[in-house]
């Protein structure tokens, strides 16, 4: 093969305006993720890093308690370390409920997803609509209206009372199930939205083809429908596992201080806690968790990629 011509200084001087241009124009962007994005997560960095302040703050000379107090605490006499697995079982907590949400969004939306995407071209941006109405009242609002429909007087308890089903109330307010609901009633939508993206791109005719060839619903589900729509899967998992990991308000109403997650508690660090470098270790631990996560799903899908 012959090596192309050299380009003309015309050529080069297009190229160097082009890419001065395009620098142009990601400056604000890049800008923007600079300044709220990793300036903010430097301070925390720092902060870390730092001795706690008697009254809130941090004083300014290098520690690393706050990243050894996350998994020992000294004995107020002999001054000895013990392990002590509290915030471990708060993230385990935080991950465990993060986990049932997702997969409870993913049994319920794929479903959903689904139905939208077979619908006639003119009714899909409809139930689009539906799906996103939650998004326009505040996730607070949304929370109270949960408590008050599944507290003891709520709306739940009332009517199976009404109807002779029970006694006395149901307690499902603060609990683990009323977490769990109302991260499921959060971010249902996240779900169902980027699996409705993959699925109304399904060649539906690869579904006909397979009916043709005697294909059952369960074989033309797990072999053409799941496999196309993998993508939506993935992202609605992602979107769903990782802000209901570190929620902070639906716990905080629906578990009634008791059930703490990993939101609540870093919340407590900088607030009553006052110890900012214990709260700041924390979140760049969940921060660190997720990213090894996400690495080796990354990894691991390139890996399936190249074997095909």
């Known amino acids: 093969m012959t090596a192309p011509p050299p380009a003309s200084p015309r050529e080069r001087q ?16 890049v800008t923007i993720v600079a300044l709220f994005g990793i300036v903010p997560l ?8 730092l001795a706690p302040a008697p009254y809130g703050g941090v004083q300014w000379k290098f520690s690393t308690d706050a990243y050894l107090n996350f998994l020992f605490q000294r ?4 001054d000895a370390l013990q392990f002590s697995p509290a915030f471990l079982l708060i993230y385990l907590r935080s991950f465990v409920f993060a986990v049932i949400t997702t997969l409870i ?20 941006n409809w139930w689009v609509l539906l799906i996103t109405i939650p998004f326009w009242s505040n996730l607070l609002v949304r929370t109270l209206a949960i408590m008050f429909i599944i507290r003891d007087e709520g709306l739940i308890n009332m009517a199976l009372m009404g109807l002779g089903l029970i006694d006395k109330p149901i307690t499902m307010l603060y609990t683990n199930f009323a977490i769990v609901l109302g991260l499921f009633y959060s971010f249902l939508p996240f779900m169902v939205l980027p699996l409705y993206s993959s699925l109304e791109k399904l060649d539906f005719r690869l579904v ?6 005697y294909a059952t619903r369960r074989q033309v589900l797990w072999r053409i429908v799941i496999p196309m729509s993998a993508p939506g899967i993935v992202a609605g998992c992602l979107l769903v596992f990782i802000p209901a990991l570190g929620a902070y308000v639906t716990p905080l109403i629906l578990g009634g201080g008791t059930h703490l997650m990993i939101g609540d508690l870093i919340a407590q660090q900088f607030g009553s806690g006052r110890n900012w470098p214990l709260g700041s270790a924390q979140a760049l631990i969940l921060m660190a968790a997720v990213l090894v996560a996400l690495w080796v799903y990354v990894r691991n899908a390139a890996k399936g990629g190249k074997h095909g």
Do not use: K
């Not at 006909?208 to 060839?213: F, I, N």
């Open 75 to 78: 004995d107020i006499f002999s």
């Open 208 to 213: 006909e083809a397979a009916h043709d060839l």
């Open 14 to 29: 297009a190229d160097r305006s082009a890419a001065r241009r395009n620098r142009w124009l990601t400056g604000p962007a």
């Open 105 to 124: 969004c993913l049994a319920l939306g794929f479903p959903t997803a689904y139905f939208m995407a077979t619908r006639p071209p003119e009714q899909r």
């Open 42 to 49: 430097l301070i925390v960095l720092v902060y870390s890093f």
